[in-house]
């Protein structure tokens, strides 16, 4: 595979470094170009940037520019691989700017999810549905094109869910999240706030959560989606937690299924080899997606997080429900696996797959002049 450059927008935000992280030293992929906010335009990454990740700042990327956040502005050469994590808002005005620049905008915001030509992908999950996005305009027009990766927890809750729903059917989904403090960003909630506490309300997430697993679990045509028949119901809490996503969940299955049958599901997940990618190798993917811990007080945030480098779902505790069929907890790492791994491990798939062939269409630099405010 050919090492392409790529850029990160919202590149000092808690996302934005975890981008930074994981992709230093990607064999495919290699950063050469940076923005973030108005106000951090023609500084040092050093400058603008308070780094807050266990491991340091890469000098290379200490001493880079960064570049005003609209493509007609960049003064370097704009590389057709944009990672965005910017904020909701954000990413509706600017997001669409690269894309019709020429740029593939692989995006970790919430803001065109659920968008009728924009994929929400999981590539263990529904890899197929990349194909919808040769339907956007942008795409006829310059190249460029828009996919998402969804919530952090939905993406921690599908892993298990898709091979459930692909052998025994799921008709009902009930789950409760404790969410680590992570994933509001920084500095995120104060202190005060949450320490000793949990705050049962967080702004969207239950909306979001109910939304993306049908879409993530439903079908694709060449034009459109078709969300799962699966009824969800989602209460999300913010918990003292640094970071990794807890989720209890509770389903009744379409199917009759046993507890070993289940586990079986689980242990064979081989997910790309199900979707007609036999042999591919994704440098980001988790060896084992789902990963079952027998022990009856797993998983834990400070044992568990960083199975399969932060990639894969651990689950454990599964048991009969009363109210449902089944119930278990799952845990997943809500900044890497969650974000900004989430959006890379979808770029990786999109490079096995030629969408990043721009062969036929023109250097974004060409297409600068036609994208308008």
């Not at 403090?181 to 005060?192: D, E, H, I, K």
């Not at 289940?262 to 084992?288: C, K, R, T």
Request: glycine content about 8%; some cysteine; hydrophobic content about 45%.
């Amino acid at each position: 595979m050919e090492r392409r450059n790529v850029g990160i927008l919202g590149a000092t935000g808690a996302v934005g470094q975890r981008f930074i992280q994981l992709l230093e030293n990607h064999p495919w992929f290699n950063i050469t170009w940076l923005a973030a906010s108005d106000r951090s335009a023609g500084k040092t990454y050093a400058e603008a940037c308070k780094w807050r990740l266990d491991t340091p700042l890469p000098a290379r990327i200490a001493a880079m520019t960064l570049e005003p956040n609209l493509p007609e502005l960049s003064s370097g050469a704009l590389p057709r691989i944009i990672f965005s994590s910017v904020d909701s808002d954000i990413a509706k005005e600017l997001e669409p700017k690269f894309a019709a620049a020429g740029c593939a905008v692989i995006s970790n915001s919430s803001a065109f999810r659920m968008a009728p030509d924009v994929p929400l992908v999981v590539p263990e999950v529904n890899a197929s549905h990349f194909d919808v996005l040769e339907t956007q305009p942008t795409r006829k027009a310059s190249g460029g094109f828009l996919v998402t990766n969804p919530n952090c927890c939905a993406i921690g809750l599908v892993l298990p869910l898709a091979p459930l729903e692909q052998a025994f059917g799921i008709e009902k989904l009930f789950v409760s999240t404790m969410q680590a403090v992570s994933g509001a960003g920084y500095p995120g909630v104060a202190s005060l706030d949450i320490l000793g506490n949990v705050i049962p309300y967080i702004k969207n997430e239950e909306e979001k959560l109910q939304e993306e697993v049908g879409k993530l679990l439903g079908a694709a045509t060449a034009t459109a989606f078709e969300p799962a028949a699966i009824t969800v119901s989602a209460h999300c809490n913010r918990v003292a937690v640094i970071d990794g996503h807890t989720e209890c969940v509770s389903l009744k299955l379409r199917q009759p299924a046993t507890a070993e049958q289940i586990l079986a599901v689980w242990a064979g997940f081989q997910p790309l080899n199900a979707q007609g990618l036999e042999g591919v190798h994704l440098p980001s993917a988790p060896a084992y997606p789902v990963e079952y811990i027998a022990e009856d007080t797993r998983p834990q945030p400070r044992l568990d997080l960083m199975r399969g480098g932060g990639m894969a779902t651990t689950v454990g505790r599964l048991r009969p429900c009363s109210l449902f069929d089944w119930k278990f907890t799952l845990l997943s790492h809500n900044t890497i696996r969650g974000a900004a791994g989430a959006a890379i491990l979808n770029a990786e798939l999109l490079a096995v797959l030629g969408k990043f062939d721009f062969r036929k269409w023109p250097d974004p630099a060409a297409n600068r002049k036609a994208v308008t405010a």
